[in-house]
């Protein structure tokens, strides 16, 4: 880049300060006109044609409306660079596609992932919420507020849906944090060279988990999401054991890495911001909707997701080509001035709050959106009620650009 003091496609630049990070991407908003990256160098995947950061919130909304034009399928949404064939295989589920095939899929999930389904789950999330705040008050101040508090409800909750055993949740957390860990070394190894393998490996280990389940339930169904999955017959369509297998990698992933950081964030802006936290204090039920979605606006943990275009495309004064990539990066579409007034000033009463930190508007909305809100509310009810005057220090995050994660935060109450 020549005009740009930074690069979206250095890794080190995802490892500065959020300041920096503020700065870059106000830059990019201000530009008339997207800025264009060359992609990094990987050792596992050829480099690519480079991409087109989407940053402003207009962008993003016209190109989620469009998604005939900028499609997920061509080498996948979760990735800049195209995804290796090999990978596939575990992580080419719905969000890596479109439609038709991705509505085939969307229909026969939803069809198990319905409110109704969830709300059998809310008094789980409850209770596991009043479990988490009894264990934190019973450790006592200086733990971590991520591995103690945040990590533990979405974790059991996607979990118990799926009928995984409690001896399983490590494991699972483990290979999610693989999947979804960037560059960190904490859950590469260090080895970038080495990622590849590891993240095969940990896709395996979590499809052989979910394949030996589902061969169970075909034959003792419960109430669980793997047995609707596995047993349901839509039209006369059926998942098969592949599917299966990717889409329950994209939801114990999907499930784990977002909600988790959207609670750790919240805590630490709750810290930051003490009248917003009384504020919230004086009507916890009735400011919490408003709060939830102010968390997810400014913690975005799902910083970006790429697109590409499948012919010639003229959006807001610029004309993409046939075949280019764009990048959506939500984060900065959640702090575009033009859409959110003082956008990084914490509001829990900000209304309206059109953040795109679920996705945009269009067929790949996050499907878990319901259950995220669910379990951030429960989790900030009981923290509140229960231990209003916790507070976190200074957060160690995920070297990453993809997710907006912080590892570990000790707390003080
Ligand atoms: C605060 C928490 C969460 C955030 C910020 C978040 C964010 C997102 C985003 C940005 C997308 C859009 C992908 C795109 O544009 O291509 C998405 C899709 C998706 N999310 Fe979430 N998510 C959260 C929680 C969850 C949960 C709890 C689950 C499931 C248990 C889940 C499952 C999914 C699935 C399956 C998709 C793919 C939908 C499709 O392609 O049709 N998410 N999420």
Redesign the pocket.
């Known amino acids: 880049m020549s005009v740009l003091d930074f690069d979206l496609s250095d890794r080190d630049f995802w490892a500065r300060p959020m300041s920096e990070r503020e700065e870059a991407f106000e830059r990019l908003r201000s530009l008339g006109t997207p800025a264009f990256f060359e992609e990094a160098e990987m050792a596992y995947m050829p480099k690519g044609p480079g991409y087109y950061a989407l940053v402003r919130h207009a962008d993003i909304l016209e190109a989620?409306r469009n998604p005939e034009v900028f499609c997920?399928g061509d080498g996948g949404?979760?990735n800049i660079p195209d995804m290796p064939a090999e990978f596939a295989e575990y992580f080419g589920?719905?969000?890596?596609?479109d439609d038709p095939r991705?509505a085939r899929?969307?229909r026969i999930?939803s069809r198990a992932?319905t409110p109704k389904m969830i709300k059998q789950f809310e008094s789980d999330v409850e209770a596991a919420a009043v479990g988490i705040v009894d264990d934190l008050l019973a450790k006592g101040p200086g733990c971590d507020f991520v591995t103690e508090v945040a990590a533990r409800l979405?974790l059991k909750?996607?979990c118990d849906?799926m009928g995984i055993p409690e001896r399983d949740y490590q494991f699972v957390f483990d290979r999610s944090n693989i999947i979804l860990g960037g560059f960190d070394p904490e859950y590469t190894g260090g080895d970038l060279d080495q990622l590849a393998e590891r993240l095969l490996n940990a896709g395996m280990e979590l499809q052989q988990l979910v394949q030996d389940l589902a061969a169970h339930r075909a034959d003792h169904p419960t109430g669980d999401l793997t047995s609707s999955l596995v047993n349901a017959n839509i039209d006369g369509e059926r998942l098969t054991m592949q599917e299966l297998g990717s889409?329950f990698i994209?939801?114990?992933v999907?499930?784990?890495e977002?909600?988790r950081?959207?609670i750790s964030y919240g805590m630490r802006l709750l810290t930051k911001n003490p009248d917003q936290r009384a504020l919230w204090l004086e009507d916890i039920d009735g400011r919490a909707p408003g709060a939830v979605e102010e968390i997810?606006r400014l913690?975005?943990?799902?910083n970006f997701?790429r697109?590409k275009t499948t012919r010639d495309f003229e959006m807001n004064g610029h004309l993409y080509r046939k075949g280019q990539k764009v990048v959506?990066f939500?984060w900065a579409a959640n702090r575009d001035a033009s859409v959110f007034d003082d956008p990084l000033r914490f509001d829990i009463t900000r209304h309206p709050n059109p953040h795109?930190?679920?996705?945009?508007p269009?067929?790949?909305?996050?499907?878990?959106?319901h259950?995220?809100?669910r379990?951030?509310t429960v989790m900030f009810r009981e923290l509140l009620r229960r231990v209003p005057g916790i507070e976190a220090g200074k957060p160690d995050r995920l070297h990453s650009s993809f997710i907006n994660g912080i590892k570990h935060m000790e707390c003080t109450f």
């Open positions: 989620s997920s949404a979760t589920s719905m969000i890596n596609m991705h899929l969307r999930v992932f979405p909750i996607i849906m889409f994209l939801l114990v999907a499930g784990n977002t909600t950081n959207a997810v913690a975005s943990p799902v997701m697109r959506l939500y795109v930190g679920y996705g945009g269009g067929p790949h909305f996050c499907l878990g959106a259950l995220a809100r379990e951030i």
